[in-house]
């Protein structure tokens, strides 16, 4: 018959670590699943910085830069140079600009 000794015997490991279970089969495609939606949460949150990167470029070009006239208008760079130039054809004797 057996004795339990208290503090047990020399030579016995009293703090035994259980062995490593795998993985249960049910609990792989919630792992997956969850990936997969840190995956989009990040990819959602670059394509929004990039969103508002965009919208800052997009507000430095100002309307100042565009000198709108009764016979076209010009885009001007930020260095005061000429970009881009149209001209206004109008062989009727009222014009009338379009608003936008």
Known sequence: MYQVVP???AGTITNAV???QKMAKDARPLVGAG???LVLVIAAVAAWCYYISSLHKADLLKT???DLNKDGFLI???AGGIVFRMAFRCTS???IPLRF
């Open 7 to 9: 503090g047990g015997a």
């Open 35 to 37: 990936v997969l939606g």
């Open 93 to 95: 004797a009222t014009f």
């Open 76 to 78: 001007r760079n930020q």
């Open 64 to 66: 100042e830069l565009l």
């Open 18 to 20: 259980p062995i490593k």
